[in-house]
């Protein structure tokens, strides 16, 4: 079983820095997919609510007993903390982002998460709670019933729980109430902020706006393109924005590799090199079983039944194998040199580490 295990996870590691090895150079890709247009942004809202309806499910804290006095207070009732004490409510942090270009009218999604000792939020219908920004202005009022997607059950001595039942979504359940100004062409002018920051990338960019409509594009870094907004478009910024959007170029990026050990995931770019090294690999196996014997006294000899501990130590060390690899090996290369002796994707990790440290992996080893 771990044989074949281990011939899966070898083949699949294949399969995969073989995809990456063939597409050595990057597809053509548009700019909307490589670049954001500054001034474009949404923006974070946070806000306070209670959920009500629930079955039992929510908190006794003081803050679901304040927040309940404070809203029965404006409806002019009052009563006390004995009164309004119920798991029928909980207290919620409210979460949403406000898209750019969001208008007065228009919804947003919202998510409640639970802050008391609630041990459930399905079946809850959200009041009325304002949401604000970091500026401390409410942009957007949320309402409405709760989707938990999960479910819990208990009784007295056990408990069945399916995903997070102390967050919920509520879908266009906020209702935008003041937009955000956004400008994106100051004094004609647009600026491309590269998600990737690259110098070949930043350049091929303004070449390829500079091919379409002229010399009006110019790489100011390895994350940023200022281009100029032509006269024909100056009543129209954001036409010529679309059209900017759909042109395609051919990205680049620096050769990295990326493992991350808790999960034996290797990944490797297409430009990564081998240089010369030697590669040697063996397995040691420790096997240790334990087999406790019952030992039993002799008939009518007064001793008592006692337990011996029994320890049994293997040890297998296969031989090791030594891999020569040239100075222009690439990626499909080493893949194919680790397969052939029967690398494990977490050996492959402990082998790309040796590589970088000798000196001869190109390229920029990542470990997440």
């Excluded at 270009?101 to 228009?106: E, I, K, N, S, V």
């Excluded at 957007?140 to 479910?151: E, I, K, N, R, T």
């Excluded at 006269?231 to 042109?247: K, T, V, W």
């Excluded at 977490?346 to 000798?358: F, G, M, P, S, T």
């Amino acid at each position: 079983m771990k044989y074949l295990k281990r011939v899966f996870s070898t083949a699949f590691l294949l399969l995969l820095l073989t995809a990456f090895s063939a597409a050595a150079s990057h597809p053509d890709v548009r700019i909307k997919d490589l670049a954001d247009v500054e001034g474009v942004r949404s923006n974070q809202l946070v806000g306070l609510g209670l959920v009500m309806g629930l079955q039992g499910t929510g908190d006794r804290s003081a803050m679901a007993t304040q927040m309940i006095r404070n809203i029965m207070s404006q409806f002019g009732i009052s009563v006390n903390d004995k009164a309004v004490r119920s798991r029928n409510v909980a207290v919620v942090t409210l979460t949403a982002d406000l898209p750019a270009f969001a208008r007065p009218g228009q919804t947003i999604d919202v998510t409640a998460s639970a802050m008391g000792d609630a041990k459930s939020l399905q079946g809850g219908t959200l009041l009325q709670a304002p949401l604000r920004a970091a500026d401390g202005n409410v942009y957007a009022v949320a309402q409405g019933p709760l989707m938990v997607g999960g479910f819990a059950a208990e009784g007295a001595a056990g408990a069945v729980t399916k995903n997070i039942v102390t967050v919920g979504r509520i879908p266009g359940g906020a209702i935008v109430e003041r937009n955000v100004q956004t400008t994106f062409a100051v004094g004609r002018q647009i600026n491309l902020l590269l998600r990737n920051h690259d110098f070949t990338t930043s350049e091929r960019m303004a070449a390829a706006i500079n091919a379409a409509f002229g010399g009006i594009a110019s790489p100011v870094d390895a994350g940023r393109v200022v281009v100029n907004v032509p006269a024909q478009y100056a009543s129209s910024p954001a036409a010529f924005l679309a059209r900017i959007e759909g042109l395609s170029l051919r990205p680049d990026t620096a050769a990295r590799v990326a493992v991350n050990e808790r999960t034996g995931t290797v990944v490797m770019g297409g430009n990564v090199r081998i240089g010369a090294v030697a590669v040697a690999h063996g397995n040691l196996t420790v096997r240790v079983t334990e087999s406790p014997e019952v030992v039993q006294p002799q008939p009518f000899g007064g001793g008592t039944t006692a337990v011996q501990p029994r320890t049994d130590i293997g040890i297998n060390e296969s031989p090791g194998q030594f891999v020569a690899l040239d100075s222009t090996s690439t990626v499909q290369e080493l893949v194919d040199a680790l397969n052939s002796v029967g690398a494990s994707p977490r050996d492959v990790i402990a082998i790309l580490q040796a590589i970088k440290e000798a000196g001869a992996l190109h390229g920029e080893l990542v470990v997440m």
